[in-house]
């Protein structure tokens, strides 16, 4: 069975380690905040200018004056601090974020990523996807394997205008996790009940298998 | 210095047709309705806003679209505004999209008196397009300008009769940076408290880079996306 959204976040999550400060982008990743391993202890940061992002208010308690990049309201932990939007891109810029995690429509065997543009339909613009990764230490990319129409988004090249050169490191899939190498895709697990053969066949860009693929356990 | 006046029709009275303003906020976070408001009446025409986000239909920058007031939009994101996509569609407006951070930093460079920066936002995209690329320690990183805007109009939490600034929460994020960029700058603040009334040590925005202030009034402070949990 391919995993499901929370399954995907669920997985990102264990890649987490103790003492990242970690940017989640919208959709998939924001779920990530709802599996971080317990005895962990994980900053997220949230662009639009605060460290520390706690879970969504109580019904009730929405503070107009705090919400994340995706515009949600939102809650503060002990320990959070707010900042400006230059000051937000630029401990982005300068490398202090470990961790940034985002979506994307198509990523390719080098790392290039496209996710901000589809030509022919109203661009809403790239936010601050460019500069996360054009600057994170450490991109994985949560998407699904293949498009609706069953063509897969892991290719050779991006056929949809980029976001990013040669920036994604990992891809955690609802079918597969690839660490991105200079021989292209490497495959490292599947999900339960996915074959290899499955991630061969939707898999457009170069995909390097060694020895046995183990299944990812939930 | 006293830089306080009566209210938002008197701080926008300078801004006229074909003006360049810098809207501070973040999707509707932060952003200064009363001046909006007030520039939505005046029905000046021809500007150009440069602001992170458009606002929706009927809040924000979104009002001054449907009165057809903007003629160019400098953003990185402008989703959520039906009205928006119809004048870009049809042609009636003009769209420039920057990253984020890049938006950001060009407006800090020009409060900081530095004419441009270099970022590696963009490098390798469509946004690298016509500009200058330099490699520094094996990295590309695009040339980038600090923006010229004749106002930039700004909400602030607190402020003073000097125009020293205080913002709140993530309310801050686009409005001390513009507040230093813009040629004038106008503030507008929840609270306008009296002289010696904010501790020097918790300033963000020095009352140096602000030329007028009100009192805002009326604030509505709409929420674009009410996220919550259960009480358990």
Sequence with gaps: MPLTKEQIAQRIARELKDGYYVNLGIGIPTLVANYIPAGINVVLQSENGLLGMGPFPYEGEEDPDLINAGKQTITTVPGSAFFDSAMSFGMIRAGKVDLTVLGAMEVSEKGDIANWKIPGKMVKGMGGAMDLVASAKNIIVAMMHTNPKGESKLLPECLLPLTGVGCVKKIVSDLAVLDVTPGGFKLLERAPGVSTEEIRSKTAGKLVIEGDIPEMQF | ?232
């Design chain 2, 1 to 232: 210095m006293n830089k306080v006046i009566a209210n938002a029709e008197e701080a926008i009275k300078d801004i006229s047709d074909g003006a360049v303003i810098m809207i501070g906020g973040f999707g509707l976070c932060g952003i200064p309705e009363n001046c909006i408001a007030a520039l939505v009446k005046k029905k000046v025409k021809g500007l150009t806003c440069i602001s992170n986000n458009a606002g929706v239909d009927d809040f924000g920058i979104g009002l001054m679209l449907q009165n057809k007031q903007v003629k160019k939009m400098i953003s990185s994101y402008v989703g959520e505004n039906a009205e928006f996509e119809r004048q870009l569609l049809s042609g009636e407006l003009e769209v420039e999209l920057i990253p984020q951070g890049t938006l950001a930093t060009r407006c800090l460079a020009a409060g900081y008196g530095m004419p441009a920066i270099y970022t590696p936002a963009g490098v390798g995209t469509e946004v690298a397009q016509g500009k200058e690329t330099r490699n520094f320690n094996g990295k590309d990183y695009l040339l980038e300008f600090a923006f010229e805007a004749g106002f930039a109009i700004v909400k602030a939490w607190k402020g003073d009769r000097d125009g020293n600034l205080i913002y709140h929460e993530t309310a801050r994020n686009f409005n001390p940076l513009m507040a230093m960029a813009g040629r004038i700058t106008i503030a507008e603040v929840e609270e306008l408290v009296p002289a010696g009334g904010l501790n020097p040590d918790s300033i963000h925005t020095p009352g140096i880079y602000v030329h007028h202030i009100f009192q805002g009034k009326g604030y509505q402070k709409r929420i674009e996306q009410r996220t919550v949990r259960k009480k358990v």
